[in-house]
């Protein structure tokens, strides 16, 4: 009874009332839509800063006491050995040496300075670079180099010409080679990608001059939250007097910054759209049952309680909200699956803080749920204000106003 009650009431007032859900559905589709966004950006530094920076990182021990990063000492002794250890070891999904060192590119009379990187070709710390080719195709055999398109644009160069790749080795002495531009990559962030060139690992040997010796090895694990529990694990086999382990979370510092923020953020965000909603949601139902306070003072005078008259307040409140949160659910869903696969082009303004051209999106569940409890919450919150209210009108007041 009380509930055909309530929906004879939305449906009298439905001007209003379609206020009421048009607010609580635009304020679900943004924070969806919000949501989406962020997760997706998210998704991206987690894929690009953990996935390909590896889970855990390996180095001779000492390395850490160096002031250069990209110093040619302390030397790993065999890492082949290694990383046969390594790949043996439960929840170790692999892992890869990896060998960065500081060069400078020549052409003509032209040069640039930058961080040189020796990698596996189809190994995980170069799938950034691969699945972002513009030009030419993603070869390191032989004499190759990668560079970005920036990179290439300041020193003259196109795909198929030649360029000095100039490094100090570790004796100290000059040492260089003339290299092929095999191709040109783009990964939508010209700040990492005009500062790295991308070469073989035996390359990156030859060039430095450290024959079978190397400088990291990073382990991708089967989870990120194996990290710790690995290196327990390795450490029992290397000790630290032999080798120096980080976890991604130590190296990666910045991205649990960034998951924080992101948390903080989506709270702020959510917490306005909240307040927003509520003020306009508040005030439209409890004009609506201000409108009808004749009618519910006449329900009261015949018999019907305060909490009766709150329950009609509330299950208005339902219909509202369970109408106005399925519509901006499903058109921010909508939004975001689409997004998802193309992106958001931002143009310069995304590269210029760091997230790429395009803004990425992803659809996460736990995400949409929240924002629907959000827009429920809201909605109930704001009836049971207006039903509070009214239920404590006298009943002579109201059929006064009648």
């Keep these: 009874m009380l509930w055909k ?30 949501s989406g966004m962020l997760a997706g950006v998210k998704n991206q530094f987690e894929e690009k800063m953990v996935r390909e920076g590896g889970h855990l990182r390996l180095h001779a021990a000492g390395w850490s006491q160096q002031p250069d990063p990209l110093a040619l000492v302390p030397v790993l002794k065999d890492p082949g050995t290694i990383l046969a250890r390594l790949k043996s070891v439960p929840g170790i999904q692999t892992a890869e040496e990896f060998l960065p060192f500081g060069g400078m590119l020549l052409n003509g009379e032209k040069s640039l300075f930058l961080e040189v990187d020796g990698v596996e070709a189809q190994g995980f710390a170069a799938k950034g670079v691969r699945d972002s080719f513009q030009l030419g195709e993603f070869s390191l055999a032989g004499r190759s180099v990668v560079v ?28 260089y ?43 991708l694990a089967d989870s990120s939250q194996d990290a710790d529990r690995l290196r327990t694990q390795v450490t029992k086999v290397y000790p630290p007097t032999t080798l120096e382990i980080q976890t991604w979370s130590e190296f990666q510092g910045s991205f649990l910054v960034f998951v924080k923020l992101f948390d903080v953020f989506m709270l ?8 927003v909603a509520a003020m306009v949601i508040t005030n439209s139902l409890l004009m609506n049952f201000l409108e009808r306070l004749p009618v519910m003072a006449t329900l009261r005078a015949i018999g019907m309680r305060k909490s009766g008259a709150l329950g009609l307040a509330l299950r208005e409140g339902v219909i509202l909200g369970g109408l106005g949160t399925a519509a901006g659910t499903i058109l921010g869903c909508l939004a975001v699956l689409i997004l998802s696969g193309q992106g958001l082009d931002m143009g310069q303004a995304g590269a210029a803080i760091g997230v790429g051209a395009k803004i990425p999106f992803a659809l996460e569940g736990y995400l949409v749920l929240e924002c629907v409890a959000a827009g429920l919450v809201t909605v109930l919150l704001a009836a049971l204000y207006s039903g509070v209210t009214g239920a404590r009108t006298p009943i002579l007041d109201g059929l006064a106003e009648a």
């Design 268 to 275: 702020g965000i959510n917490c306005f759209l909240v307040v």
């Design 177 to 219: 080679r003339e290299l092929t531009v095999t191709g040109l990559y783009s990964t939508g962030n010209p700040g990492s990608d005009d500062g790295h060139a991308l070469v073989s690992l035996p390359m990156a040997k030859e060039l430095t001059g450290l024959g079978s010796g190397g400088l990291e090895i990073r382990v």
């Design 5 to 34: 009650m309530s929906w004879q009431f939305t449906r009298k007032q439905w001007k209003r009332n379609l206020l009421v859900a048009g607010a609580v559905a635009a304020s679900v589709f943004v924070m969806v839509f919000l």
């Design 148 to 175: 970005s398109v920036g990179a290439a644009k300041l020193l003259g160069l196109k795909e198929g010409d030649s360029v000095v790749v100039l490094t100090q080795d570790s004796w100290d002495m000059p040492s």
